[in-house]
């Protein structure tokens, strides 16, 4: 019972990934407070670090491999989102109105530059209901802290994941088709992989190589599987 409760919910993952994760996140933030108050210090009223960031620490270091987790959505998300925030709260009068628009928009915007990141939207709907100071700092407010806390929480990352044997930026292996064979078919197309995703009408947050060298690397377990005696274990 207690084995199933404390599972871990992502395939893949381990509790060494987990300390792991937990020991980044840590240093990120910490790092990216320290350095940023030597900037923000100068901008009474705004805060060293946005709230955000604490979502972004959970994908750069727990889901490093995470489409969603990349230097260009983290950065680009975030930044990006805050202006969006910032068009809505100046433009829309209604508080309500303004930061589900902001939400929204940011979304849509993110979605078109492929830079989605979740933590984008609460960036957005702070630029619409946080602090005073923040207002007051119109447009700014994207660079300092937007988008000095993203690069250094990027920066923490990269550096971070030198040492924790997850690649960052992450670059999935590149499969060609006709290695992509599945254990009980005579293989599959790219156009067959697409349809098979669009059947499942659902976004998934792997990267599409990734999961070509997952199908393949099954493959391979499953033929090496069949190729043993009967009643003999593989091994490693």
Not at 162 to 186: C, I, Q, W, Y
Not at 197 to 222: G, N, V, Y
Request: net charge negative; aromatic share 8%.
């Amino acid at each position: 019972m207690f084995s199933k409760l404390f599972s871990l919910i992502l395939p893949g993952a381990t509790w060494r990934d987990r300390g792991s994760a937990t020991v980044g996140a840590f240093l990120g933030i910490f790092l990216t407070g320290a350095i940023s108050y030597q900037f923000v210090a100068s901008a009474p009223g705004l805060s060293l670090l946005i709230a955000p960031m604490g979502a972004s620490a959970v994908l750069l270091f727990a889901v490093p491999s995470s489409p969603l987790a990349q230097p260009w959505p983290v950065l680009g998300g975030n930044v990006i989102s805050s202006l969006v925030g910032m068009g809505c709260a100046q433009m829309i009068a209604d508080p309500a109105l303004a930061a589900g628009s902001a939400v929204g928009l940011a979304i849509l915007v993110m979605s078109l530059l492929r830079c989605l990141h979740p933590p984008g939207g609460a960036t957005a709907l702070l630029a619409v209901v946080g602090e005073p100071a923040i207002a007051d700092a119109g447009l700014s407010f994207a660079v300092l802290p937007v988008a000095l806390n993203s690069l250094l929480m990027i920066a923490a990352a990269w550096v971070f994941h030198k040492f924790s044997r997850h690649s960052f930026p992450h670059r999935g292996n590149h499969v060609p088709a006709d290695e992509m064979p599945l254990a009980m078919t005579d293989g599959f197309r790219e156009e067959d992989f697409q349809a098979g995703l669009a059947d499942m009408h659902e976004a998934f947050d792997i990267d599409t190589d990734d999961l070509k060298e997952l199908l393949r690397r099954i493959e391979s377990h499953a033929a090496a599987r069949r190729e043993l005696p009967e009643g003999a274990s593989r091994k490693g």
